[in-house]
Protein backbone atom coordinates (compact mmCIF):
# COMPACT_ATOMS: atom_id res chain seq x y z
CA UNK A 1 0.00 0.00 0.00
CA UNK A 2 1.46 3.19 -0.57
CA UNK A 3 1.39 6.64 0.89
CA UNK A 4 -1.51 8.59 0.08
CA UNK A 5 -1.66 12.75 1.32
CA UNK A 6 -4.36 12.90 3.48
CA UNK A 7 -5.76 16.22 4.54
CA UNK A 8 -6.64 15.80 8.32
CA UNK A 9 -8.31 19.17 8.73
CA UNK A 10 -7.46 20.63 11.82
CA UNK A 11 -5.30 17.34 12.49
CA UNK A 12 -2.80 18.36 9.75
CA UNK A 13 0.75 16.96 10.79
CA UNK A 14 3.24 19.93 10.65
CA UNK A 15 6.11 19.72 8.16
CA UNK A 16 9.93 17.71 8.66
CA UNK A 17 12.12 19.27 10.91
CA UNK A 18 15.67 20.10 9.48
CA UNK A 19 17.99 20.52 12.49
CA UNK A 20 21.39 21.72 11.84
CA UNK A 21 24.08 20.13 14.23
CA UNK A 22 25.74 22.41 17.20
CA UNK A 23 29.40 21.54 15.68
CA UNK A 24 28.72 21.19 12.01
CA UNK A 25 26.04 23.27 11.03
CA UNK A 26 26.53 22.45 7.00
CA UNK A 27 25.19 19.05 8.14
CA UNK A 28 21.58 18.36 8.53
CA UNK A 29 19.49 15.65 9.70
CA UNK A 30 15.66 16.04 8.92
CA UNK A 31 13.16 15.13 11.44
CA UNK A 32 9.77 14.08 10.57
CA UNK A 33 6.63 14.28 12.68
CA UNK A 34 4.87 11.82 14.51
CA UNK A 35 2.63 9.38 13.14
CA UNK A 36 0.17 6.96 14.80
CA UNK A 37 2.46 4.20 12.93
CA UNK A 38 5.26 5.99 14.16
CA UNK A 39 3.24 5.42 17.78
CA UNK A 40 2.94 1.83 17.08
CA UNK A 41 6.16 1.23 15.98
CA UNK A 42 7.76 2.61 18.59
CA UNK A 43 5.27 0.88 21.84
CA UNK A 44 6.10 -2.38 20.10
CA UNK A 45 9.87 -1.69 20.68
CA UNK A 46 10.06 -0.45 24.18
CA UNK A 47 7.08 -3.33 24.85
CA UNK A 48 8.53 -6.50 23.59
CA UNK A 49 11.75 -7.26 25.63
CA UNK A 50 14.27 -9.78 24.23
CA UNK A 51 15.31 -12.83 25.04
CA UNK A 52 18.66 -13.41 26.37
CA UNK A 53 20.27 -16.50 27.19
CA UNK A 54 23.55 -16.31 29.82
CA UNK A 55 26.40 -18.28 29.61
CA UNK A 56 24.59 -21.21 31.99
CA UNK A 57 21.89 -21.69 29.31
CA UNK A 58 19.41 -19.44 31.53
CA UNK A 59 17.21 -17.43 29.37
CA UNK A 60 15.78 -13.79 30.18
CA UNK A 61 14.07 -10.79 29.38
CA UNK A 62 16.34 -7.51 28.64
CA UNK A 63 13.87 -4.63 27.70
CA UNK A 64 15.90 -2.15 25.74
CA UNK A 65 18.74 0.31 26.77
CA UNK A 66 17.77 3.76 26.93
CA UNK A 67 20.55 4.24 23.93
CA UNK A 68 18.60 1.51 21.63
CA UNK A 69 15.32 3.50 22.52
CA UNK A 70 17.68 6.42 21.61
CA UNK A 71 18.38 4.78 18.29
CA UNK A 72 15.37 3.88 17.19
CA UNK A 73 13.19 6.96 17.64
CA UNK A 74 15.61 8.72 15.37
CA UNK A 75 15.35 5.86 13.52
CA UNK A 76 11.90 6.17 13.37
CA UNK A 77 11.36 9.87 12.70
CA UNK A 78 14.16 10.14 9.97
CA UNK A 79 13.30 12.38 6.68
CA UNK A 80 16.11 12.95 5.04
CA UNK A 81 20.00 13.85 5.88
CA UNK A 82 23.09 15.24 3.84
CA UNK A 83 25.52 13.48 5.86
CA UNK A 84 28.69 11.99 3.42
CA UNK A 85 31.12 9.52 3.75
CA UNK A 86 34.42 10.42 3.79
CA UNK A 87 35.52 9.06 0.48
CA UNK A 88 36.53 11.43 -2.66
CA UNK A 89 33.17 10.89 -3.66
CA UNK A 90 31.30 12.18 -0.84
CA UNK A 91 28.25 10.02 -1.36
CA UNK A 92 25.21 10.35 1.15
CA UNK A 93 25.60 7.70 3.64
CA UNK A 94 21.79 6.84 3.50
CA UNK A 95 20.01 6.38 0.43
CA UNK A 96 16.21 7.19 -0.48
CA UNK A 97 13.44 5.56 1.78
CA UNK A 98 15.57 3.25 4.06
CA UNK A 99 15.10 0.51 5.83
CA UNK A 100 15.31 1.55 10.12
CA UNK A 101 18.11 -1.23 10.13
CA UNK A 102 19.85 1.16 7.32
CA UNK A 103 19.19 3.97 9.39
CA UNK A 104 20.36 2.30 12.99
CA UNK A 105 23.68 1.24 11.22
CA UNK A 106 24.59 5.01 10.70
CA UNK A 107 23.62 6.14 13.92
CA UNK A 108 25.39 3.35 15.61
CA UNK A 109 28.71 5.09 14.11
CA UNK A 110 27.61 8.62 14.72
CA UNK A 111 29.37 10.20 17.86
CA UNK A 112 27.02 10.32 20.99
CA UNK A 113 27.23 14.03 21.34
CA UNK A 114 25.25 13.93 17.77
CA UNK A 115 23.04 11.00 18.68
CA UNK A 116 22.25 13.50 22.35
CA UNK A 117 21.74 16.54 19.97
CA UNK A 118 19.05 14.60 17.90
CA UNK A 119 17.21 13.15 20.57
CA UNK A 120 17.23 16.15 22.67
CA UNK A 121 15.44 18.11 19.39
CA UNK A 122 13.33 14.74 18.90
CA UNK A 123 11.80 15.99 23.13
CA UNK A 124 11.75 19.51 22.43
CA UNK A 125 9.36 19.01 19.25
CA UNK A 126 7.39 16.44 20.49
CA UNK A 127 7.19 15.89 24.05
CA UNK A 128 6.13 12.48 24.60
CA UNK A 129 9.69 11.34 22.80
CA UNK A 130 12.91 11.67 23.39
CA UNK A 131 14.88 11.74 26.93
CA UNK A 132 13.18 12.02 29.99
CA UNK A 133 15.94 14.52 31.42
CA UNK A 134 17.17 16.04 27.93
CA UNK A 135 20.18 17.56 30.49
CA UNK A 136 21.51 14.01 30.65
CA UNK A 137 22.14 13.72 27.15
CA UNK A 138 23.54 18.18 26.86
CA UNK A 139 27.33 17.97 26.07
CA UNK A 140 28.24 21.42 26.67
Not at 121 to 133: M, R, S, T
Amino acid sequence: MSKQQINFGDYAIVDAHEYHFEKADSIWWKIQPVTSGHELARSKFIAHNRTLMDAAGNSYDQPPTVLEIAHREIALLYGGTNLTNKDEKAELVLRENPTTAEIEAVLYQMPPAMIGELWVKIGELYPKWGPVDPKAWKTE
